[in-house]
């Protein structure tokens, strides 16, 4: 199980926006609950998020490392890391 600490939480909160057309989570403790309830998965680098969708079997052929990094779907987080959020 992930762990989501205050900064993914944050971002999650911030960015929510672009994957749904009204927010789902309004605190830190529902934006937890819902990226739980989702499984939302935390990449610790751009490396692991493309990993991610590989193993996940999803179509990423013939998009850019940046495409991928800016889908809908993925929430930097800052530091680094990536939220994965599948919607």
């Given at each position: 199980m992930n762990e989501y600490d205050e900064a993914v939480l944050k971002a999650f909160l911030?960015?929510?926006d672009k994957l749904f057309p009204e927010p789902v989570a309004d605190s830190m403790e529902?934006?937890?609950y819902f990226l739980e309830d989702c499984m939302a998965t935390v990449?610790?680098?751009a490396k692991e998020v493309l990993e991610y969708f590989e193993e996940t079997g999803s179509?990423?052929?013939g998009m850019s490392k940046?495409?991928?990094l800016e889908a809908d779907e993925v929430f930097p987080v800052g530091d680094g890391r990536y939220l994965i959020v599948e919607g």
């Open positions: 911030k960015q929510q529902a934006a937890e990449c610790q680098n179509d990423i052929s940046e495409e991928i």
